[in-house]
Every structure is written in C-alpha cells, then in structure tokens.
C-alpha cells in the first residue's frame, strides 16, 4: 500500500491545551494558515501526560491501554494488540527510519517498543531542537516524533495561562518553526505531513481533570492534500490513524482510532 507521503514528522507540546492563542505563536499559526486544524481536539481521560501520550501514539484509550506515569516512568510497554504506529510501521516497512526525540524520556523507554527499532533521544527541549534539525537533515525519517516538555513544567510552576508559561510556549512555537525549516532544508517538505498538537493543557497549576481547559488541545497539520484553512474533527487518539493513512501503513484492527474527518482531500 503506498502511502501519499514519504514522511511524517508529529510534534507534541506536552501541556500547551489551546492557549497558543494567547501568546505569540507564529510557527502554530502558520500550521494552521498553511493547512487544516481545530482549537478543539478532544485528549483521552484522565487528561494526564501518559494516558494521553499513550492514545495519541497506540489509537486506543486509557482504559485499553493501561499506561499511566508511574507504569510509563518503571515498566515497558508491549501489548502486541495494540501496538504503537511505530510498530505498526515497523511491520509495514522494515527499513524504514523511525525516531522519536522526547524531552519526558519514559515516552522513549515506557510507551515506544523497544523491538519497533526506533532512534531515540532526550534532553530539554532548546538542547533537543538542534538534534532533531540535525537528525532530520541527515536522515529524512519515514516519521518522527517529538514532544516537548518545558511547557507543561511552566504550567506547575506558575499557572497554565500565567505569562512565564506563555512566554515557554512561545519558545517551543520557534523550536516548531526550526523543525519546520529543516524539514525544508532536507528537501522534503513537499513529501512531508507536518504535524503539530499537545496531550493536554491545564487549570491552573495542574491537569487530569475534565475542565475545557485541560481537555481541548490545539491540533494542526500541513501536508500536499491537506486543504487549507479548513476544520478538522478529531480527538488526540485519531492521531495515529492520520499518520498511517498518510504513510500508506495499514492500521491496528484493534484501535478506536479514525482518519480526522476533513483532515485529507485524498
Ligand atoms: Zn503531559
């Protein structure tokens, strides 16, 4: 099955919720101008990190899955029914290059596979933008997948919504923009599907409740058939299905995961 793109590259905004509105955000914006998104993309419950990390990368819920941050933070994941979209990919295409760049490293070492053969790597977010820009340029990855942390660590520290964590969010939007400007450095942007979302957002100082502000998350996404300017219906756990549609790798049977409605012409 050939898939409409070559690459796919995902990046995740650990605790950014949708108050990119709110701050200066170019590089979102961008996403948005250049292609489709919606400033109400519905995360899993509870909305905390693993559980919403985990259906955004397995396609099935919290109580499917079964992670959460002390299992994620202790143990490896391996259901074989429901495996991540890197293994999924794995299957599909046993050469393909898969990376994954994860501030939170337990992403790396409690959701994604070990035996999904997967290039991974961690390290604060500024520190990790220039890996993943170099990495991308060199290697042109079948997928990549980033999330970025500093943040959600803004949003415990003083507030989601507080300017210092507007100030980070606005920082992680220019870490959005140099990892879109090396995907154009590497040739590829016109066989790329550019992804940008969070696992959540915040109330407060904390999240895993179900106020709106913690459970709508921004999602935005360009790509050749992505039409432009238009509204997407989604939740978090339909991501995965959007990245194997676009690589042309078949899906989970197993996944409540579904291509985002409006998302593709194709
Ligand atoms: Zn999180």
Redesign the pocket.
């Known amino acids: 099955m050939a898939g409409t793109y070559k690459h796919v590259v995902l990046v995740g905004i650990?605790?950014a919720g949708n108050f990119y509105k709110k701050t200066n955000s170019p590089s979102i914006n961008a996403l948005f101008r250049e292609g489709a998104g919606t400033d109400r993309c519905l995360t899993s419950s509870p909305?905390?990190?693993?559980e919403?990390?985990g259906s955004m990368l397995i396609g099935v819920y919290p109580e499917v899955h079964g992670l959460t941050n002390s299992i994620v933070e202790t143990e490896k994941y391996g259901k074989q029914d429901h495996p991540t979209i890197f293994k999924l990919i794995r299957e599909a295409r046993p050469d393909a290059k898969l990376a994954a760049f994860c501030n939170?490293s337990p992403i790396n070492t409690g959701i994604i596979e070990s035996d999904a053969k997967v290039y991974l790597d961690t390290g604060d977010d500024e520190a990790l933008t220039d890996k993943i820009c170099s990495y991308i340029i060199s290697n042109r990855p079948d997928f990549l997948f980033v999330q970025f942390?500093s943040v959600?660590t803004a949003g415990h520290t003083f507030g989601y919504g507080s300017r210092k964590y507007l100030e980070c969010l606005s920082a992680a939007d220019g870490y959005l923009g140099k990892i879109r400007d090396a995907v154009e450095k590497a040739g590829i942007s016109d066989d790329t599907l550019f992804i940008a979302t969070?696992?959540?957002g915040g109330f407060g100082q904390s999240?895993g409740g179900d106020s709106d502000a913690e459970k709508y998350v921004f999602f935005a996404a360009v790509g050749k058939t992505v039409p432009k300017g238009t509204t997407v219906e989604l939740e978090v756990k339909d991501i995965p299905a959007a990245v194997a549609h676009a690589l042309g790798v078949p899906g989970s049977d197993n996944w409540s995961a579904r291509v985002p409605v409006g998302l593709f012409a194709d």
């Open positions: 650990d605790g909305t905390i990190s693993a919403c990390w939170w942390d959600d969070a696992d959540h999240h």
